[in-house]
């Protein structure tokens, strides 16, 4: 497909006549601190984004990738958290890709399962109104649920539609590492992938250009990453990049947050090894990690009062050089800016400060909160549960000291109060854990292999405790 008629496309002087005027409102617009108070990011600086080259076609990759898995929707701003439920609000979502475009952001990843499978349809509307050589696209082979050889092929064509183009230049194997109901991980990798002759259709489609470079992202079963590894160490495969999970948190820890799971510094290893440059998901840790206990904030706050405490996890997921670029949904604009004045340019960080951030994260992990990333893949529940919202909002309140455990605590009456009021602003009582039933339906979806029907039982019973104040 050729870039579009000039008269359907934004250049730099339209962008600024149609845009500009919005951006003096949205300039305004606060983010909440971690601690509580509200600050407003400064506009960012044009033409100071910083690249990497990718090593396999030359090109240009912004370390700040735009995630579109969490778009806004209508009406989010008045909703108790960022659930992108309700209608995609598309004139945002434009908006927001031209502001990327406009401060350096080149490469947009998508989904065919992100957003209710809204995600590639609005990311097509929104990146087709600007010449096509000026945007990546980064998108997947979700075949989750239907891994058939003609529902998998028909997911690849649909993605081209949907996102208006005749190439894709990043294109993954999504979710490898992953269980179903046999609990199986290779024979799943197996049926989605190998015995329906998928990466075989793919390799093809990357020899024909339709593929720029194909990767897989990673979740779950370390055997199966080391398995995909062997696959392209013995060409049976060829792997252009590869998707994982790389947080300050992660990197030595990821499995004392959950056995289930593979700390960063092997993944990252073993890439590097074999000379595959790494695109990287999670360096919030689904907000994680700019929502952190207070303390701990304090401390970023002391040692760099001017900088936010999502720029730190930001500056230490893009220093190693392997790294390609950082995928960060941005459901607000206020996220947008704070991020590209974190990477425009990028800080590299000092040895210290690595140092800091792994005293951090160490004292991080002794608040055993619940290792959800609010992807929301195991939703829709089949019950109406919010299971990420239950989730979130346990794991601020851990993280903020409302978790009370003694009613003899002097804490207790103001903390029980926090954690009850809180729990029924953020999620609706007919979508709260009490309605779990234990059906099981999102346990193989959960790329963080989290146990969801025992967690929600506790909350459950927790909550119970608290209302009946039995503790």
Known sequence: MQDKKQSHIINRRTFLKVFGAGTAALTTAT?????????????????KMTYRINPNTGEKVSILGFGMMRLPSKGARASARENGDGE?????????VDYALEHGVNLFDTSPMYC?????HATGIALSRHPRHTYQISTKMSNMHDYSREASIEMFNNSLKELQTDYLDYYLLHNIGGSDDRDDPMALFEDRFINNGILDFMLQK???????NLGFSYHGDISIFDHALHLHDEGVAHWDFVLIELNYLDWKHAREVNEMNTNAEYLYGELEKRNIPALIMEPL????LSNMPDKLVARMKQRAPEKSVASWAFRYAATPKGVLSLLSGMT????????????CPLVPLTDEEKKFLEDIATELISYNTI???DCKYCMPCPYGLDIPGIFVHYNKCLSEGNVPQDSKSPEYQKARRAF?????????????AAHCIGCGQCLSTCPQRIMIPAQLQKIDKYVEQLRQETL
């Open 285 to 288: 840790l689904g907000g994680r």
């Open 371 to 373: 290792p959800c990333n």
């Open 31 to 47: 983010i909440a601190g971690c601690d509580g108070s509200e600050t407003t990011p400064g506009e960012p600086p044009v033409g």
């Open 88 to 96: 995609i609000d598309q004139e945002m979502v434009n908006r927001q």
């Open 420 to 432: 009850l009021v809180g729990y029924d602003r953020s999620v609706p009582k007919l979508r709260q």
């Open 332 to 343: 607000f604009m206020e996220h947008l800016k704070d991020n590209l004045n974190t990477l």
């Open 206 to 212: 990357r020899k024909e250009g339709i593929v720029r």
């Open 116 to 120: 209710k499978g809204g995600s590639e």
